[in-house]
């Protein structure tokens, strides 16, 4: 496997640190898609910060996992409050007194 060289930090060791079975990984899913192995290493720490993103670049323009689920928190309860309004709504034109 090539060695990646990143530009500083701690960061250019995490391969020496990595389970022989994860190299072997990366090395297989490269020979097996022909992407270069720095290709693969980005594609998946990329993918492992946001299943959507394919690159680093991505990265940069897409939302993080955590935003993503602030965001659907508040669509959830926003969801449950309409919901109730509906059996309100739904009450109030049968005549009847809506479901709790």
């Known amino acids: 496997m090539q060695q990646l060289q990143p530009l500083s930090g701690h960061i250019k060791d995490v391969l020496k640190y990595m389970p022989a079975h994860i190299l072997n990984a990366i090395e297989d899913y490269a020979d097996a898609t022909g992407l270069p192995d720095e290709k693969v290493v980005e ?4 993918m492992f ?7 680093f670049e991505e990265l940069k323009t897409s939302k993080s996992p955590s935003l993503i689920l602030q965001e659907n928190q508040v669509l959830n309860h926003e969801n449950a409050i309409l919901r109730q309004e509906l059996e309100a709504l739904k009450a109030k034109l049968s005549g009847s007194e809506p479901r709790a």
């Open 43 to 46: 594609l998946a720490f990329s």
């Open 49 to 55: 910060l946001n299943l959507d993103a394919t690159s």
